[in-house]
Structures are given as C-alpha cells and as structure tokens.
C-alpha cells in the first residue's frame, strides 16, 4: 500500500510501497479516504530532519545530552550505531484522517466492519492507505458529515482544547492571533459558541478568510494598530482571552498578546511560538498564561490512547476523544465547516506534490487545508515483494542461512541488522513490522525478498531457515513459538518470555521442535565473562560475585513497564544479570530473594537481589535508577578459586570505541551450532533456569520470603 514517510536522516518525504499493518487489540483498521496535511506541523518537522547533525543537536540539545552520556558509557562505536539506527528509521507522517473500518481488533466494542470514522494520533491517523488505529482516537462520523471534511477533526480537536484553556464565559471577548488552518477552525468553534472573534494575521488574504468564517472584526499586523483594535473591539479594556495559534520562533505573538489582553485575562498558547513572557506587563496585568497540549486530555498518556482506559466523564468532561466528537457534531450542524479552508486536494499518488507546496511553493500559491484523497477500491496485501533471489534460495541447513527478522525498531536496526548482513553465513531473506513501514525501509536497504506485517508469513515460509525475534516482549514467547512450530531454528531476543503460560508454550515447542532456541542473553558470550569464568572458577570451591546496574529511568507508563506489553525491567533486563553470573557460577539457581525501594503499586525498578546457587555460590545484584548517569552503567566483581576478576562496563576505558557485550560472539557460536548439527550453545534449561528466576524476583518482592527456583514443571 502507498504510504507517505520520511526520512528524518535527510527530511527527505517519498511515497513508499508498505505492507499494510495489522490491527492490534483495541484498534481499528481503517481504509483511508482523506488524511489532513498539518503545514505547521508537517513543515517544522520536515526542516528539522533536513538540518546537520550540528543543527538537529542544536534544535534538540535534550537529546544531544543524552547521546553524550550514551557515548561515555558504552563507547564511540555502538553510541554511533545506535543514532545512526535511529535516524534512518523511517517515519510515517500525518495525524488526522477519516475512513471506513475494515477489520476491528479484539476488546473493540463502539465500532464495526463498515463504520466510518475520523481518527487522530501521530503514529496512527497517518497518510497511508491503510491505518491501524487505537479505539480511543477514533471517532463515528455523523451521517451526513462529508469524510473530506472529517479528515479535519485533529485539527478540530486542537482547536477545541485552546479554547478550553481559555476558560471562556457568556458574553466574552475572544483575539485569535494566527489564522493558520488551527486558527481558522479555533475563529469558527469560538463563533459557533457565540463568542466574538478579532483574527489578527500578519496576513491580508488570511485575515479576511477569518472575516469569511465567523471572525466579528479583524486586524493585520503591520497595516494596521492592532492594540487600538482591539480596545476598539472590547470597548476599551482589552479582549478577555487571547488563543495563540501562530507559528513562529519568535517572541512577538505572547508579546502582542500581553499588550492587547484586558487585565487578569487569560493567554492560551496553542502554536509553538517563542515563550520569553514579557515579566512587566503581565506582571501588571495579573495575566494567565496558559499552555494548551495538543488534543485534550488523554494524549500522551499510553493507558488512555493505547490501551484504550477512559477518564470518567465526572472528573474530566473533556478528553481528547470527547473534543473530536464535539468538533464532529458542530460539523454535523452545519456550525463549522472546513470546505472554504480546503485550498488544495492531491491524490496519494502525488503527495510530495504537497509537500512542495508546503516546503518551496514555487508559485507563491496561498494555502490553508491541505487534503491526500485515497481510492478505497485498491487492495492492500500484509506482504510486499522486494527483491527476487528464489533461485539462490538453498533449503535446509547448509550456508548461508536464510534469516527471517521479526521486529525492526531501533534495537535490531542498530545492533541486530548489522551482524546478520555482515555474517558470511547469514543472508537476510524478509523482515516484518507491525506497521510494515520499518520492515519495508529495512527490506529496501538490505535488497531483501519481502518484507511483511504478519509474522507468520516467515515462520511459515519453507525458504527460511532462522527466525530472528525483535519485537517488544509481549511477542517474543508468541512468535518463537510459531517458528520452532514450523521447525525453525529461532533467536529470539530477550526476555524469553514475560510470564509463565508464555513461558511454558515456548519450552514445550522447543521440546518438540526440530529446530534450535537460542535466547539474547549476551553477556555470557562476551570476552569479558570468559575471562571471569576461567579466571574464578577453574577450581572445585564455590563463587561470589557483585554485579551492579545503574540504569537509567524511564516513565513509569513507558511500555516496558506494562505488565501486559513489557514485562517490567526485571524481566526484561535484569536477565541479563541474572544469566551472566549464572554462565560464571557454573551452578543452577536454587533460591532467590529481594527487595525494593521503589514505592507504589507500579513494577519496581530498584531492587537488590541475591541468587543462591546449587555447589553453594552467591550472587548479588543492586539494580537502580537512583544515580547520576554519568557513572559507568555495569560493574561486575568477581572472586572465587584464590582470584578476584572485574568487569567495568564491557569496555576498555572511559571514553572507549565501545563495547564487547558478546553480540556478534552470540550469533557466531548459534550459527556455528546450526551448520554443525550440534545443540544450541546455549541450553534449554539454563535459558528457563534464568527466565523462572526473574519471576521469582516478583514474587521475592510481594511475599518478602526467598523463592525455590525449580524449572521442572517446564519440562
């Protein structure tokens, strides 16, 4: 399916051929017949990918601090590898569309087959064919409202939410500055409402749309007085509330709307503008300053978007969903309407057309809404051919090895991708991603067959003999599983699984399959835990050792702390830890305990665990977000057999090329094992060994007992 991306590494904007995505539970999957082009947005987002990497660091100097520690800590090279990864990953454009629902997600319940729609949402409501959708930014397009116009409600939404944080009253006097697409709507709603409107643009043509639309009275900036218009408007006090929809690095627009603002007023800033507030005069005028955040509340909190959890109506009238449907209903009223603000329609096909309009506009052409129309009527396979290489295709195990990749976020572009096409015994056959945009940019880079959205096109496919597993946890389990079904040799990523039914259906394939599992556990290949190990452990005794983690923290609502998605961070990386001092024991795990001094009922990500082992070893392991970030992130010591072994950070000094965690020793020695006939090198019940013992750590945690590790009811 046609699909608009960019490539933030350039900001160049293409119309690329994707697989069309799956729908997730709790999502729709809409056919699109318009999708909205945001200019502001768009633009700004556009120009921001063309800039140098001196400029991108300039424009965000949060995440240029973030690559400078990244770059103390694990090196030159993978610090390289990782912003390299992420800035070729494509990025789908696009936040606002209307359609038909054609599949609907488990847990769905409001839409159906054949329902029409209007959707918001970065990520989501994008300019592709086909959009996989979460419920809670969907919303039923009123019969009789034209889909051209529905493609609107972000925008809508938007607009709606400004004026909320205005916190109007009847009878209330309202200066609109900007009458960009935002402000054009916002001028309609407050009208609609019944509140007069000054629009104030440094635009003649645009100030007179906003006249045409519902503006009372208006004013351009550099023609005309606008302070004395509007004392003019507001019989000399000052308008009550001024809605900043401008768009503009510059200070001028809160500077204006603090001179043309009425004592203890308010200011509601909804464009990004610059924020230097002027102290004197709204210090003097006792003003409101107000920030208005995208849609309404709800966005950017993943329970409500994603997941699909509603604020009670009691405590917040206004969700963002709610702001779509009211903008909805006002079209369905025939209180708004976009259509004098539709300047410009292209087809799908001629997008970067758009594009052009927005970023040069060669012929000066004036433009407000921009709309992508779509044919409803084309089909959209989840599979798209790239290259055909079927004749070179060799079944069986025998080099190079057929790699099917399954995930193509960040991790797999900037550490998987390159060992698997650099291997001389791997060749890359298809790559799948839930949205297809990632697998098919990768797909394309690497000259690839296919590339997919269903993963069982490759744990299916009879020309792949490996399955690599990158997906977010919550898949991992699953889609092993399936390919081991199918007699794959499987690498899947860490954790092997996030609970314990995951747990138990992927041994049992393992069991039964005649193909290989090898879990992501890393570490333990690693130059540095080989020296541990023969260092402290060539003697009959027992071990200790130390390995201690300063991690960095993430938001408590971030996916990896999802119990249902991510798993939390013991599962998902402590394992790590947990397997590396397994791998230098050389002893099963029989007991683990813990603590945390994490407070609340979210999953911890401070603990202190010990693991106790079966010849009598030891291991402790301090797991915390609490440092300062500078300090390197891993240090392992070790002492066993008379030796003392340490580890700093798997690197070789402070600022280092970088690390040796043992990725490319990992996939060496599974490879080596495959063409060799030989067991996986690392076995089952060590991969279930470590798994069983991060969930024993919850449980360490809840109870505040030690818990006997046993992995026999895996088996």
């Not at 590339?451 to 946890?473: F, L, P």
């Not at 092997?496 to 890393?522: K, P, Y």
Request: hydrophobic content about 35%.
């Amino acid at each position: 399916m046609k699909q608009v991306i960019q490539d933030f590494k350039t900001g160049d904007v293409r119309i690329a051929d994707v697989p069309r995505p799956q729908v997730d539970a709790g999502s729709v999957l809409v056919q699109n017949h318009y999708s909205c082009v945001s200019a502001g947005t768009e633009k700004s987002m556009i120009e921001l990918g063309q800039k140098s990497y001196l400029g991108k660091a300039k424009e965000r100097p949060d995440l240029a601090k973030k690559v400078l520690n990244k770059a103390r800590n694990d090196g030159l090279v993978s610090t390289y590898k990782a912003v390299m990864a992420r800035l070729e990953e494509a990025q789908p454009l696009g936040y606002s569309c209307s359609g038909e629902v054609i599949a609907v997600g488990s847990d769905v319940e409001e839409f159906s087959e054949g329902d029409f729609v209007a959707c918001a949402g970065a990520g989501y409501a994008n300019h592709g064919e086909v959009v996989s959708v979460p419920e809670n930014l969907c919303a039923p397009v009123p019969e009789g409202v034209n889909l051209a116009d529905a493609a609107f409600v972000t925008i809508g939404a938007i607009a709606m939410q400004g004026i909320r944080r205005a916190d109007l009253t009847p009878g209330e006097r309202v200066a609109v500055l900007g009458l960009g697409l935002v402000g054009q709507t916002a001028t309609q709603i407050l009208n609609a409402y019944g509140f007069p409107v000054l629009g104030i643009d440094i635009d003649p043509a645009q100030v007179e749309c906003g006249l045409d639309v519902g503006a009372t009275e208006g004013a351009v900036i550099g023609e005309d007085d606008v302070v004395a218009a509007a004392e003019s408007f507001s019989d000399g006090y000052g308008v009550d509330a001024t809605l900043i929809a401008a768009s503009t690095s510059s200070d001028e627009p809160v500077e204006m709307a603090g001179d043309i603002t009425r004592e203890q007023g308010r200011v509601s800033v909804v464009g990004k503008v610059g924020m230097d507030v002027p102290r004197e005069v709204y210090y003097d005028k006792e003003l409101d300053f107000r920030i208005s955040r995208s849609y309404g509340p709800g966005r950017y909190d993943r329970n409500y978007e994603k997941k699909g959890l509603d604020y009670p109506i009691g405590y917040v009238r206004w969700t963002e969903n709610r702001n779509m449907r009211e903008c909805l209903r006002l079209l369905a009223d025939d209180r708004v309407d976009f259509e004098p603000l539709r300047t410009h329609q292209f087809s799908i096909d001629n997008a970067t057309d758009a594009y052009e309009l927005i970023l040069e506009n060669p012929d000066d052409e004036a433009f407000t809404g921009i709309l992508l129309e779509y044919d409803p009527d084309r089909e959209h396979p989840t599979k798209r051919p790239h290259a055909d290489r079927s004749s070179q295709v060799t079944p069986g195990r025998t080099s190079p090895l057929s790699v099917g990749l399954v995930g193509a976020g960040s991790f797999a572009r900037g550490t998987l991708l390159p060992i698997l096409t650099d291997h001389d015994d791997l060749e890359l056959h298809a790559v799948c991603s839930g949205t297809g945009v990632s697998a098919s940019s990768v797909a394309d880079e690497y000259d690839c067959v296919y590339s997919t959205s269903d993963y069982t096109e490759i744990t299916g496919d009879a020309d792949v003999d490996m399955v690599v597993v990158a997906t977010r946890h919550d898949l991992h389990a699953e889609v092993a599983k399936a390919a081991l079904n199918t007699g794959k040799d499987v690498h899947v990523e860490k954790p092997l699984a996030i609970d314990e039914e995951g747990l138990r259906a992927v041994v049992a394939a393992a069991r039964e399959s005649d193909g290989r599992l090898m879990v992501g556990f890393n570490r333990r290949f690693s130059p540095a835990a080989r020296e541990v190990k023969a260092t402290i452990s060539d003697g009959p005794g027992p071990v200790m050792l130390t390995y201690r983690v300063n991690a960095d923290k993430i938001p408590d609502d971030h996916w990896i702390n999802d119990p249902e998605e991510g798993g939390g961070r013991i599962v998902g990386e402590v394992c790590h830890f947990v397997d590396f001092a397994r791998f230098v024991a050389d002893s099963s795990i029989e007991r683990v305990s813990a603590s945390t001094a994490d407070e609340g009922a979210g999953l911890p990500q401070n603990v202190q665990i010990t693991l106790t082992f079966e010849d009598g070893s030891t291991a402790g392991i301090t797991y915390t977000t609490f440092g300062d970030n500078s300090l390197a992130k891993e240090y392992v010591e070790a002492f066993g057999n008379g030796q003392t072994a340490t580890v700093d950070n798997f690197t070789g000094g402070r600022i280092s090329l970088g690390q040796d965690k043992g990725h490319e020793a990992e996939f060496d020695a599974f490879v080596d094992a495959i063409l060799a006939g030989e067991p996986s090198p690392l076995p089952l019940e060590q991969a279930m060994e470590v798994t069983e013992a991060t969930f024993g750590v919850h449980e360490a945690i809840r109870s505040g007992d030690g818990v006997e590790v046993d992995s026999d009811g895996y088996l």
